[in-house]
């Protein structure tokens, strides 16, 4: 993967952001020759579109990239920057763009040189960028080399993506970093109250564990809990294979979260940060909880199980009870939780929850900032009555089929007393667009990168 700036560019080649309405301008710019060849090219600057310029010699003079109307600016993000891959080998310059759009075109252009290579060699991206004057350079190769870590988890398959090389993949982030890491594993989250963490992963062979990942020595106190369960297959309420068939990706909230902590901590903010991922498999054996169970979290809430697929908020109930202990200052979550956010907003968008009105404008106010899209959702408090089964203290899957994303979010709300933001994301593109190949993909994360500064006083 080259997910760098060039940053000796000397002799750069120019590459120009061209409008639609714009055309005609720089054509007339260009010599004669080379505005012919653009005019019989038939490029009109459509988002993303591209032309190679060629010089009396053959070589590349220029290249043009269209930037498309306002409209399809509107609808598509990273079309600039995604221009990358059908750009032949050079080094260039960005002409023609400045502020937030010269940003997000060069963070595009770094994730555009993203492969995912591990099982099959890939063709990979030659054309490189001049590190564009204007933009904090090293902060979007780190916002890059985060997300490209959240793409790589994601997209490795259970097979090679249990809990024990997912805990491989955070102590090897503590040890680039300096973080103290700790890892409760099998029967010793019955001895230290994780309880539900033990229960979902119990009846896979590779044991469930709780990782606790911490850095920072001062400052406010972030806690981020990541999902991170490597297979569902729903235990015993089995999944169809449809349901089943993107279940390595159900520990995209771990996957985000690691690629934030990352972020924070290659940024060298100053705050106190706790990482905390209950790494399970939901497997099916003779020791596998069951429908109708009753289970009793670490905060003491007994919680009946009407479906051993909603296993997710079962293990997030006890990491975030956990982390609350401490009264942090925010409390993150970040899940690929239900299948009723992906109804609401499609993939594209990351929904989150937030208990205080402020943080959550702050986080919207970054996403449309910096091209990470998010939608809040209501912590809706008339349906809290949905989560409670009377047998127990909670329902871990009400019944009904009415806002299954809600009601996750009140589930686990009441884990937390601190103030929490929860994201139900997705964590999968499910067709290449520009600068997300189809596969793994972080979300929020940005937006969260942006928006947290203010939000925690940094």
């Known amino acids: 993967m080259s997910m760098t700036f060039d940053r000796a560019a000397a002799g750069a080649i120019p590459l120009i952001v061209v409008t639609p309405e714009g055309l005609e301008h720089h054509r007339a710019q260009l010599p004669k020759a080379q505005a012919a060849w653009v005019a019989g090219s038939g490029f009109a600057a459509g988002a993303g579109e591209v032309v190679v310029v060629p010089d009396a010699s053959g070589a590349v003079a220029c290249a043009l990239v269209g930037a498309g109307t306002a409209p399809a600016r509107a609808r598509g993000r990273f079309q600039i920057g995604g221009a990358r891959s059908r750009l032949p080998a050079g080094t260039y ?8 759009a010269l940003e997000e075109a060069a963070l595009g252009w770094l994730l555009d040189g993203y492969r995912f290579g591990r099982y099959a060699s890939q063709k990979p991206v030659l054309a490189q960028l001049a590190a564009p004057a204007g933009v904090d350079a090293g902060r979007l190769e780190i916002l890059a080399a985060s997300e490209a870590l959240t793409r790589d988890l994601i997209n490795t398959p259970a097979s090679d ?3 024990d090389e997912l ?3 955070a102590r090897g982030l503590a040890e680039e970093f300096g973080a103290k890491l700790e890892v409760t594993r099998g029967d010793q989250l019955l001895a230290a109250n994780l309880p539900m963490i033990h229960a979902v992963g119990r009846a896979s062979d590779r044991a469930p564990r709780l990782i606790d990942m911490r850095w920072g020595k001062a400052g406010p ?4 809990v990541g999902k991170g369960v490597c297979f569902d297959t729903g235990g015993l309420d089995i999944k169809g294979a449809a349901s089943m068939g993107l279940m390595k990706k159900d520990m995209g909230g771990a996957a985000t979260v690691l690629g934030l902590a990352r972020s924070i901590m290659a940024l060298g903010w100053k705050l106190r940060l706790r990482v905390l991922i209950p790494a399970v498999e939901n497997a099916i054996a003779g020791n596998a909880f069951r429908p109708q169970d009753i289970l009793t979290s670490r905060k003491g809430l007994t919680v009946e199980i009407n ?4 296993e997710g908020r079962l293990v997030l109930a006890d990491a975030l009870a956990l982390a609350d202990e401490e009264s942090p200052d925010l409390v993150l979550s970040m899940a690929t939780l239900t299948g009723a956010a992906r109804v609401a907003v499609g993939p594209d968008l990351a929904p989150f929850y937030a208990t205080s009105d402020a943080t959550a404008a702050a986080i919207a106010a970054a996403a449309a900032q910096v091209a990470d899209p998010v939608w809040r959702m209501p912590f809706h408090d008339p349906y809290e009555a949905l989560i409670e089964p009377g047998i127990a203290n909670l329902d871990n899957a009400p019944g009904g089929g009415m806002a299954g994303s809600i009601t996750a979010a009140l589930f686990l709300r009441r884990f ?3 103030p929490y933001v929860h994201f139900d994301i997705y964590g999968w593109q499910p067709t290449a667009a520009p600068a997300r190949p189809k596969g793994g993909v972080g979300q929020g994360a940005r937006a969260l990168v942006e928006a947290l500064p203010s939000v925690l006083g940094l």
Do not use: C, H
């Open 93 to 100: 310059r960005l002409e023609g763009l400045e502020g937030r």
């Open 161 to 163: 993506m249990g809990p």
């Open 167 to 169: 805990e491989a993949a």
């Open 221 to 224: 106190t972030l806690t981020l």
């Open 307 to 310: 479906n051993t697929d909603a």
């Open 416 to 418: 937390v007393a601190a």
